[in-house]
């Protein structure tokens, strides 16, 4: 099928000129250094966004309501301020109130609350996801070898609601596509049988290698929930399997029908995906990093726009969900 650098439903919105000269303002302020997670720095973030450019505002509250036949929401043309060079460490991530962080933090506070996992790159609100000399076939953000569909944690019970991902910069020959397919597509191209054996719980998700635990999820689940008219999705085509041939049939027509629908989105700097991750799912092409300072440079950040239903897994109700749910 044909590749397109937009989505189908059109869900995009391209700043003026005004518009991030006023972002640039409101995120500058923000942006002092202070930690990600300290709670004052926060409250500063979440005041900020109730002041974002009126047509911005809406287009998040509206993704928030409803993400759309393809569940993303592309935002284009985000200012970033002078972008230094890129990182090249597994355990890099953001850790204070840059301008592109700040940015990012206050976007995403318009559709919920930020999260963190204790045991992915130690509950950083913020990650840098960047090619790692060395890792170029690891399944995970430190790659650039492509990057199979998936949910964001999909052996979680508390997984992101919204995946968001802000370039802030693209490899050096624009190779590296964001891949997005939306369930609520695939799910049309299936028959009732089949959606049938992907509604039980005949499947088990392992963590991601990002984790490095090997956990599996507690009991089997099931691929496809919720509303039967709509429903969510949890798979993720690396690490979930199914316990039986027929679930692995259903399993792999599933697969077939998500790259039939399947959108490639290359990211220039300052655009930024959001992904709602209970009905889309995402991947990346392969791209050839240089490791010279100047390669693929993403921020990514978790959403949970129900923050209340994790709360027995967040400490002192702080944005970190732990290994396990805290008595």
Not at 207 to 228: N, R
């Amino acid at each position: 099928m044909e590749r397109t650098t937009m989505l189908a439903d059109g869900r995009a919105v391209v700043l003026t000129a005004e518009e991030a000269e006023a972002l640039t303002r409101l995120t500058g302020e923000l942006a002092d250094g202070t930690a990600l997670e300290s709670p004052l720095w926060m409250n500063r973030a979440r005041t900020a966004s109730c002041a974002l450019p009126t047509r911005i505002g809406a287009a998040l509250r509206r993704f928030r309501h409803d993400a759309g036949e393809d569940g993303v929401l592309l935002v284009k043309g985000l200012p970033l301020g002078p972008v230094p060079p890129t990182p090249g460490r597994y355990d890099s991530l953001q850790l204070y109130a840059t301008q592109p962080a700040a940015l990012l933090v206050s976007l995403a506070l318009c559709i919920g609350e930020p999260v963190g996992f204790a045991d992915e790159k130690g509950g950083s609100l913020v990650h840098d996801v960047v090619p790692v000399p060395g890792m170029a076939d690891f399944p995970g953000n430190a790659g650039s070898a492509p990057l199979t569909l998936h949910v964001e944690n999909a052996f979680h019970p508390h997984r992101p609601d919204v995946v968001g991902l802000l370039c802030l910069r693209n490899d050096h020959d624009d190779a590296a596509a964001l891949r997005t397919a939306s369930s609520r597509r695939a799910v049309r191209l299936l028959d009732s049988g089949t959606v049938d054996v992907l509604r039980e719980p005949r499947f088990v998700t392992e963590a991601p290698a990002s984790f490095g635990s090997g956990e599996t999820s507690a009991e089997s689940h099931a691929v496809l929930y919720g509303s039967v008219e709509d429903p969510s999705v949890r798979v993720d085509f690396t690490s979930t399997h199914a316990t039986d041939d027929a679930a692995a049939d259903a399993l792999a027509e599933l697969s077939g029908a998500l790259e039939e629908v399947r959108t490639d989105m290359v990211l220039a700097p300052g655009d930024l995906a959001l992904v709602d991750n209970r009905v889309a799912l995402h991947g990346r092409s392969r791209f050839a990093p240089q490791h010279d300072g100047t390669d693929r440079w993403l921020h990514r950040i978790f959403v949970h726009v129900d923050f209340r239903a994790s709360r027995a897994w967040r400490p002192r109700g702080g944005h970190v969900i732990s290994g396990q749910a805290v008595s």
